[in-house]
């Protein structure tokens, strides 16, 4: 069975009618998406974490706790915790906090983050980057497996047979790696048998075969049984009543979203052409009406060799909330039990 779910990053790119909202009413706004997403059969909805201007999920654990008073069996994740700028004793504690909160529905995705905001912001050096990640992971993995904890590190403090409460509900709590087209980050999770959550926003979605591969072998040199090596595919997507709907309501939204990132990382402008492209059955975008949309997840997982979790960002295009309500209704009670069938 593949678990079909949502990742929100809270974002407002653009002027248009959508971004007049209050931050208030935005915020409103998703968490009744996040109720409406666990009415219509959703797995998962993660919340991801950004520092920056159009965004409204700098405190994840936050909104993923309003949402669990509201919810009663999707399962709160990030998408992804930026832990190489976190305390892993706060993220650990902040989300141990929160599956309490939920009865036993909290996950962490970690990962480094597509934005480097967080690191002048909280004081850590971009010189860093990996180094940070690695040490971080390593103590939040003996915290998540330990209540008592030693360790010692170069970049915090060390412990010395520390407890660190509160203990979760989940006898171990899930933490699954983010992770974007780094073969060195495939290799980290098969190494440590973490579930693996890829962010394909672009190209061919098969073309990510190798590095999963990747995954998979180091995880098999490492002794982790398959059935641990698991796969979800976090991916751009939108669901209409029809193809062309679809289209209609997500294209502008993206175009103008995705060529404002586009200036800060030297992308030329998006284009109907170029996000055509990547409709085909190949393209990465999942885009379009149920039974295509169906069809192409199915033709995604076994390119990828099998997924556990797909994961929709419908939200950067700015499509309207009514119309983002019926996008999850869809994905909810007819895109899931199709691909399930």
């Known amino acids: 069975m593949i678990e079909i779910g949502i990742d929100s990053f809270a974002a407002r790119f653009t002027d248009n009618a959508a971004a007049a909202l209050s931050d ?21 909805f993660g919340i991801g974490e950004h520092h920056r201007k159009g965004f409204l999920d700098a405190a994840p654990t936050h909104i993923l706790a309003a949402a669990a ?17 976190m305390d892993p004793v706060r993220a ?20 480094r983050g597509s934005f480097t905001d967080a690191f002048p912001l909280f004081g850590y050096n971009l010189d860093d980057y990996d180094d940070l990640f ?5 103590l939040l993995l003996e915290i998540r497996d330990h209540e008592f904890v030693t360790w010692s590190g170069k970049f915090r403090p060390a412990l010395k047979n520390q ?5 979760p509900i989940q006898e171990q709590l899930p933490v699954w790696l983010g992770v974007g087209g780094t073969p060195q980050s495939f290799v980290r999770a098969g190494a440590l048998g973490l579930p693996l959550m890829v962010a394909i926003i ?37 669901l209409a009543e029809t193809t062309e709907q679809a289209i209609e309501d997500f294209y502008p939204g993206y175009a103008a979203s995705m060529t404002k990132v586009g200036r800060e990382r030297g992308w030329p402008p998006m284009t109907k052409e170029r996000f055509m492209s990547q409709m085909g059955p190949t393209g990465a975008l999942l885009v379009g009406g149920v039974e295509e949309i169906a069809e192409k997840v ?44």
């Open 202 to 238: 672009g190209g061919e979605t098969h073309r990510f075969r190798p590095l999963i591969d990747l995954y998979r072998e180091a995880g098999r040199r490492a002794g982790h049984a398959p059935e641990k090596l698991t796969v979800g595919l976090h991916s751009l997507g939108y």
């Open 69 to 85: 008073s509201r919810t009663k069996r999707i399962k709160l994740a990030s998408a992804v915790t930026v832990l190489s700028a």
């Open 298 to 341: 199915l033709r995604h997982a076994n390119a990828l060799g099998g997924i556990s979790r797909l994961t929709f960002q419908m939200d950067s295009a700015e499509v309207s909330h009514e119309k983002l309500m019926h996008a999850i209704e869809l994905i909810g009670k007819k895109l899931k039990p199709l691909v399930n069938k």
């Open 24 to 44: 208030k009413d935005a915020m409103f706004q998703l968490l009744e998406r996040m109720e409406h997403a666990d009415k219509s059969g959703l797995d998962v």
């Open 163 to 167: 407890p660190v409460y509160p203990r």
């Open 92 to 111: 650990f504690q902040n989300f141990a906090t929160l599956d309490l909160i939920s009865g036993g529905r909290a996950e962490m995705v970690v990962g």
């Open 134 to 138: 690695a040490e971080k992971l390593e």
